[in-house]
């Protein structure tokens, strides 16, 4: 990533288990929504056990295309396989936790 | 039909409008798709929409200096890129240029999750900075309804589709965007309701086995526009719509005369053939010759160092130059120096409208002076016969206001009383010829009439028509006490009349002997006469000197008497 992104790196695991990108644009609505809820599924389900970074598409506009983005917000997950996209303001927190591949023990 | 721009009011400030640059659709859509605004080009699969759009990011990029975007939801950029190279498209280089950019997007609805509200931002970013990044005004989005698909909110997808599409208004960019052919509407997801501004419909049908794609413009706002179904063509030079349906009557007429190539026909039409960009129908029943006179017709043209296209719907080149050269005309000479093109195709190559844009666009190409479609009448078996009349009047009309003067040959059927052809044509032509056949005497010949010839006095007479050796001519027929002789009947009537001039000769000159003759007699007859009178006059000439002599000797006689009986009287 060059330097004029908007790279906001979390979490404390040097190599950790859940690899997530939120790409999001700008301030909207949806974004500001999505970044809470992303923040706080992680802290509450992985905690400690993964990587967040954020990017402003508009920011980036050639990774829209290098990663094959159209709906936005969109959470990739890389880590670990299968890689996953969930889009949305990912407010639906079963879904999110499906596409992430995390299992709450009821 | 195709409007009349002319009649457009100039002085408002009419809608702007992007050439396409492909054959014949500008023609249509008088210069183009809208500027600044989407245009829907829907049809079913494989009827062309793809190689539609990619063509218009092309030609705008090289001719009109229009860079472009082409935005696929469907194909990837290396097979696009693949597919358009047999056009001669080199989609590669163009892209290194910065004068077109492909962008693949791809969505797998099995890697997307969704979970709650999403906008389409990202598309929009990615096409913004498409379009940026090179400057581009023409937009391509390339099946965008794969977008359903592959998201399963509808309410939004349609919402951002209407977004975007206002958004690429105010970018001003002219913009195409696909749309598969849904039931009973014109796309599965109605983009129809999004683009109202162009919806271009492509169909490709098929009949009787040959199919045939067609164009239609279902709208256009702002602009009068042609509204029949065109056909147009993919073949290795891109497409080319075929607009020659024109109802207007307006071609000029030229009092040019340019000759058959058979001096005697030229003859019945009023001696110097037909006119130029005229229309020639040349009918007959099998065999009659009616590619021969369409030989000669060829071979005058490219005599007279002008170009001449041949349509051979039923012979190979080969088979018609190995024919012609029978009868002495050597047209190999005419292919060699380029003058004469064949085109040889069976008719059910394709549809009759594939036949038309593929005459009309060799016509364009080679641009000739004379064309030949020989026979037409097989182009029935492609089909019905309103359609082939309606090709022909499209043709003729093309070729008319391309000066262009061309023969159709037919075949007449022999029950056929009105003499009409199959085609129905004959009303259509300003000159028709008529090759009959001429049965008597246990053989068959061949008379040909002038049945029309628009525009110029010519001949009602009949004349017996000939292939021999050195080409084909026309022979006065004869008129004997059993009605009109031809053939053999014609050269034994000539025949004869040829001996009765020998005897009449012979006779004459019996009679001119006769009388040399008797003159001879009568003039010896005068010098016998001649001499007789001769011998009388001698004799009587005779007599009177021997009297003479007589009265001389006597006078001599008397005076020597009186002489001496003078002395005897002196010495008294």
Excluded at chain 2, 258 to 263: L, V
Excluded at chain 2, 348 to 356: D, F, K, Q, Y
Excluded at chain 2, 424 to 449: C, H, K, P, Q, T
């Amino acid at each position: 990533m060059s330097e004029n992104t908007d790279i906001e790196p979390i979490g404390d695991n040097d190599n950790p288990q859940y690899v997530l990108r939120l790409f999001i644009t700008g301030a909207s609505i949806n974004s500001r929504r999505a970044v809470v809820n992303v923040k706080q599924i992680c802290e509450q389900y992985i905690k400690g056990n993964y990587s967040l970074e954020i990017i402003d598409v508009y920011q980036q506009k050639t990774i829209a295309e290098k990663e094959q983005i159209i709906a936005l917000p969109l959470l990739i997950k890389s880590k670990p396989l299968p890689a996953r996209r969930l889009i949305g303001d990912m407010s639906d927190t079963q879904k999110v936790l499906k596409g992430l591949g995390i299992s709450i023990g009821t | 039909m195709i409007p009349d721009s002319s009649e457009q009011k100039n002085h408002l400030r009419a809608l702007e409008k992007a050439c396409t640059g492909i054959k014949g659709l500008d023609e249509i859509t008088l210069g183009g798709f809208p500027q600044g605004r989407p245009t829907l080009i829907c049809g079913a699969a494989g009827c062309g929409k793809t190689l539609f759009s990619i063509e218009f990011l092309v030609h705008g990029a090289l001719e009109y200096n229009e860079p472009g975007v082409f935005m696929a939801f469907e194909e990837k950029t290396e097979e696009i890129t693949v597919n358009v190279a047999s056009l001669g498209f080199d989609l590669e280089q163009m892209q290194k240029d910065k004068l077109i950019r492909l962008d693949h997007v791809r969505i797998e609805r099995s890697e997307i999750e969704e979970t709650g509200e999403y906008d389409l931002d990202g598309l929009f970013i990615r096409l913004g900075y498409a379009i940026d990044s090179i400057g581009a005004k023409r937009v391509v989005l390339d099946t965008i309804e794969n977008l359903f698909s592959g998201l399963n909110n509808q309410g939004i997808i349609r919402a951002e589709l209407r977004r975007l599409f206002e958004w690429l208004k105010e970018k001003k960019v002219t913009t195409i965007i696909t749309g598969e052919k849904g039931d009973g509407a014109l796309t599965r997801q109605g983009l129809e309701e999004y683009v109202s501004d162009c919806v271009i419909l492509l169909d490709h049908r098929v009949t009787n086995k040959i199919s045939t794609r067609l164009l239609r413009i279902v709208k256009y706002r702002g602009s009068v526009h042609g509204t029949n179904e065109y056909p147009f063509l993919i073949d290795s030079d891109g497409i080319s719509v075929l607009p020659v349906t024109s109802l207007t009557l307006s071609h000029e007429a030229s009092t040019d005369r340019i000759s058959s190539g058979i001096p005697a026909l030229d003859k019945m039409l009023g001696g110097k053939g037909f006119f130029r960009a005229s229309s020639v129908l040349v009918s007959g029943t099998a065999g009659t010759g009616k590619t021969s006179i369409a030989g000669s017709f060829a071979n005058e043209t490219c005599s007279n160092g002008e170009r001449c296209i041949y349509f051979a719907f039923e012979e190979s080149p080969k088979q018609v130059i190995r024919n012609m050269s029978s009868i002495g005309i050597d047209l190999q000479r005419h292919i060699d120096s380029g003058l004469l093109k064949f085109n040889a195709a069976r008719p059910t190559l394709n549809g009759l409208e594939m036949h038309l844009a593929s005459i009309h666009k060799l016509i364009v190409q080679f641009k000739p002076h004379a064309v030949i479609l020989d026979p037409i009448t097989n182009l029935i078996t492609v089909g019905s016969v309103s359609e082939v009349k309606n090709l022909l009047i499209r043709l003729i009309d093309f070729l008319q206001s391309q000066e262009i003067t061309v023969m159709f040959t037919a075949l007449a059927l022999n029950d056929n009383i009105s003499e009409q052809t199959d085609e129905s044509v004959s009303s259509l032509v300003d000159a028709w010829l008529l090759i009959r056949d001429i049965e008597m005497n246990g053989e068959r010949n061949r008379g040909l009439y002038v049945m029309k010839s628009r525009g110029m006095k010519h001949s009602n007479q009949v004349r017996e028509f000939v292939i021999s050796d050195n080409g084909v001519d026309l022979v006065d027929v004869f008129l004997g006490p059993d009605g009109v002789l031809t053939g053999s009947a014609r050269e034994e009537q000539q025949l004869m009349q040829k001996a009765g001039i020998v005897l009449k000769d012979h006779a004459v000159s019996r009679k001119d002997r006769e009388i040399d003759r008797k003159r001879a007699v009568l003039e010896s007859k005068i010098a016998s006469l001649k001499e007789e009178f001769e011998s009388v006059r001698e004799e009587l000439n005779k007599t009177y000197i021997e009297d003479e002599l007589k009265k001389e000797v006597l006078e001599s006689n008397r005076k020597e008497m009186s002489r001496q009986r003078g002395r005897e009287d002196s010495p008294e």
